[in-house]
């Protein structure tokens, strides 16, 4: 067969050629815009043509700091399409990782959200590479900024060639795409995207049996395009020519629902969080939501409760996939096998919650000390993958050497099989409560509060204790109806029938809200450290 390199600029030719009428809709302070395929494609190779001409050069890396919209996607394919790698960036990390992610990944131009300026002009000074700044500015005349060389994306794009040629002499292992991932502890972590990763990860999403994004949908990525390329979807989605509704700059839970019943969303995706965010929008207001097929979600363990009320209350199917940065990030699928069908609703909830079977194109493993574990559903260890669209390091990176050992990533999440080759994730090892010698499972916790019909949000963490070494507390967030009549004790007998006694958590602490990662997952990190000191307290 013939060896056609795998490029990026492919996926955007194709859609320029096959689907120029399709839109991609954004809606920006100035009010939603439209932009055909045709009128994307050549803002893009303006775009390409522009860099080129403002001297960037190939492999240079070109950093985003922005939201979903049409100028970050024009970003996403200009970058590659002249050669050089496009970066996005984590707009909620902290101040100082931002600078370090920009400084260690040598960004040479920094394309900047108008209301992100005040965050890069607070950490202008110490950026070491960046030598042009360009605003994404709805407006004629760029805002007022001490930035310098600063470029108005708009008047940039103009001064280059809609006709340019996007660059077609690069391997297809080159780098294409670079986003870094938050560690627990220490600086974040980059992974490289290759060219060819990227396409074959598109083919991954058009998949029937997994979110079979097609020329038919109307996908909106809520998850943003800084983390894990909104999972590949702005890729996939203009390769196959499906319309794209970008949910736009610094967007709420009524923004992402009125935009699901105005234009018509048939696919949408994000994390846990976000899902629970739009499902409580539902109840609050009157929307229509008929449109809607498919809600994707990932990033953190999908609440049993939460499938259920998607698929049951508003018919909407559910599908719940794992991965992470460093794996496209798409990588196991929740799908019911055919012969499944007959299952009880329970049962099919119960498959659903697991994180499902591996992707077509992957390899896994699930290995504890001894080797693999059985596919027995019971036996617990960690997960390793590898595949054309799996990282293969992180970028100029000692911690490269604990994460991906003889050809593996080893992901570092802690999952049993079952016969079907379906992965449940238990947790993450550094989550795991280690109690007297045996494991609990977190997520199986949280899984189950989150079941009951008071608690809108639900996160147990292990607490240092002098007997068992560790015990899980939850912290529960309750809807509002149902503050002030629901005790822990509610809570933990609707959990006991459901968990050996020794697994139940020793105490629920109630909280306004729980503290979220920068990707909106639950950080634990900091509900251990606030209560770590909760036996001393309560046994003083
Ligand atoms: P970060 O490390 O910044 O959270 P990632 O998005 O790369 O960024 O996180 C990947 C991790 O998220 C996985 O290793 C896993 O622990 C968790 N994860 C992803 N999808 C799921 C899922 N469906 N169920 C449970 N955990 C998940």
Redesign the pocket.
């Known amino acids: 067969m013939m060896n056609v390199q795998l490029l990026v600029s492919s996926l955007l030719e194709h859609a320029e050629k096959f689907f120029p009428k399709k839109e991609v809709i954004s809606p920006m302070p100035s009010g939603i815009v439209r932009h055909t395929y045709a009128e994307i494609g050549k803002r893009t190779r303006q775009l390409s043509s522009a860099l080129e001409k403002i001297g960037i050069q190939r492999e240079d890396r070109v950093g985003t700091l922005a939201w979903n919209h049409n100028r970050h996607l024009e970003v996403y394919f200009a970058a590659p399409g002249m050669g050089a790698v496009l970066h996005t960036i984590n707009i909620r990390l902290s101040p100082e990782h931002i600078v370090y992610i920009i400084n260690h990944a040598e960004d040479k131009v920094l394309f900047i959200d108008e209301d992100i300026l005040p965050l890069v002009e607070l950490i202008k000074d110490h950026l070491k590479s960046v030598e042009a700044f360009v605003i994404m500015t709805d407006k004629e005349e760029l805002p007022e900024t001490t930035l310098e060389p600063v470029y108005s994306y708009e008047k940039l794009l103009q001064t280059g060639d809609e006709a340019y040629q996007f660059v077609k002499d690069i391997d297809e292992n080159a780098p294409a795409g670079m986003c870094y991932?938050?560690a627990t502890t220490g600086n974040p972590k980059g992974v490289v995207y290759s060219h060819r990763g990227i396409v074959l990860h598109s083919y991954a999403l058009g998949l029937a049996d997994t979110v079979g994004v097609s020329e038919n949908d109307r996908v909106m990525p809520i998850v943003p395009m800084f983390?894990?390329n909104a999972w590949g979807l702005p890729f996939a989605a203009t390769w196959f020519g499906s319309t794209q509704v970008m949910p736009g700059p610094r967007f709420t839970p009524k923004i992402l629902a009125q935009l699901i019943e105005e234009e018509k969303v048939t696919k949408t995706g994000g994390v846990p969080t976000i899902c629970l965010a739009l499902l409580k929008e539902w109840e609050e207001g009157n929307y229509d939501t008929s449109s809607l097929n498919a809600i994707l979600c990932?990033?953190?363990?999908?609440p049993r409760g939460m499938i259920q009320t998607f698929e049951q209350k508003y018919n909407i199917s559910f599908l719940?996939?794992?991965?992470?940065?460093?794996t496209s990030?798409l990588a196991t699928f929740s799908r019911l096998k055919s012969y499944q069908m007959d299952l009880s609703q329970e049962d099919k909830l119960d498959e659903r919650a697991k994180?499902g079977i591996l992707v077509p194109g992957l390899e896994f493993k699930v290995i504890d000390g001894q080797g693999e574990v059985e596919w027995d559903g019971k036996s617990m260890g960690e997960l390793l993958i590898k595949g054309p669209w799996i990282a293969d390091e992180y970028y100029k990176d000692e911690r490269t050497k604990e994460a991906f050992q003889d050809g593996w990533l080893h992901?570092?999440?802690v999952v049993t099989i079952d016969e079907e080759g379906v992965i449940k994730?238990l947790d993450?090892t550094k989550d795991l409560i280690k109690s007297g010698g045996e494991w609990i499972s977190s997520?199986d916790l949280e899984n189950a509060l989150m079941a009951h019909e008071a608690v809108f949000e639900a996160s147990v963490v292990a607490v240092p204790h002098a007997e068992w070494q560790e015990r899980p507390v939850a912290c529960v967030v309750l809807k509002d109806s149902y503050k002030d009549n629901v005790t822990k004790e509610d809570l933990l007998s609707f959990i006991t029938p459901m968990f050996a006694k020794w697994w139940l958590p020793d105490d629920v602490v109630f909280m306004e809200e729980i503290p979220k990662?920068s990707?909106g997952?639950f950080l634990k990190r900091a509900l251990r450290e606030k209560l770590k000191d909760h036996f001393a307290a309560e046994s003083l």
Request: aromatic share 4%.
């Open positions: 991932t938050s983390h894990a990932g990033g953190s363990a999908a719940h996939a794992y991965g992470m940065t460093e990030p994180q992901t570092g999440d994730i993450r997520v990662t990707v997952k």
